[in-house]
Structure formats: structure tokens, C-alpha cells
């Protein structure tokens, strides 16, 4: 029903800075939630932030606040996701989310809709 492709994915130095997105296709989201994950080996698949598609609200994880900012462009249908002052602990495979409702947005077993995710390295 949803598709979702992220990119925008790569290295980068500590310190820098890399924008992603995630593309969405199918019905509209009014009601939707889009979040944002990652993954680094060995892990858990952790929360990093979410958006009300409907009203904009957003969502943070502590470990990025101040540092990552979720963003979207309706005329686009896509989610963006950008992050500062990287650091190495910050890699990670991304991947872009979808749910019906808001709550659980935190909780990655409650999206219905994944994308296949996108590899952020952060050298040094």
C-alpha cells in the first residue's frame, strides 16, 4: 500500500552534516506517522525522530535532540531528516517509517510500512 525510499545516505566526516530523505508512495497520509530509525550492528533497531504527517508535530529521541531535525514537504510526499555534528556512534543503517495513529510512534514494532534503509558512516 506505502512504499518508502530513503537515500541521502554515505560518509561523512565527524562533525559534518548529511540531509535524508525518504520518498513515500500510495494513499494519502492524512493520519499517518513517519519516523525515523537506525540500526547499527549488533543492536537494536533504535527510535530517532517522527513526524504527525497531519499537524507537523515532531518527535525526538535524547540522543539526537539538538543535533537532528525531522522535517516534510507535502508537495513531495517526502520526509526529510537532517543531522549535525555527526559523530562515529551515529552510524548506523537509516530507515524511514510509516504507521496509522501517533501512538507507539517511538515503538518500532508498531509502523506497518519500512523502507529498505540507507547506510550513514561517520569516519573518525
Known amino acids: 500500500q506505502v512504499q518508502l525510499v530513503e537515500s541521502g545516505g554515505g560518509l561523512v566526516q565527524a562533525g559534518g552534516s548529511l540531509r535524508l530523505s525518504c520518498a513515500a508512495s500510495?494513499?494519502?497520509?492524512?493520519?499517518?506517522?513517519m519516523g525515523w530509525f537506525r540500526q547499527a550492528p549488533g543492536k537494536e533497531r533504535e527510535f530517532v525522530a517522527a513526524?504527525?504527517?497531519?499537524?507537523?508535530?515532531?518527535y525526538y529521541a535524547d540522543s539526537v535532540k539538538g543535533r537532528c531535525t525531522i522535517s516534510r514537504d507535502n508537495a513531495k510526499n517526502t520526509v526529510y531528516l537532517q543531522m549535525n555534528s555527526l559523530k562515529p556512534e551515529d552510524t548506523a543503517v537509516y530507515y524511514c517509517?510509516?504507521?496509522?495513529?501517533?501512538?507507539?510512534?517511538?515503538?518500532?514494532?508498531?509502523?506497518?510500512?519500512w523502507g529498505q534503509g540507507t547506510q550513514v558512516t561517520v569516519s573518525s
Open positions: 517509517a510509516s504507521k496509522l495513529g501517533i501512538v507507539g510512534v517511538r515503538t518500532p514494532g508498531s509502523y506497518d510500512y
Open positions: 500510495g494513499r494519502t497520509f492524512v493520519g499517518y506517522a
Open positions: 513526524l504527525n504527517w497531519s499537524t507537523g508535530t515532531t
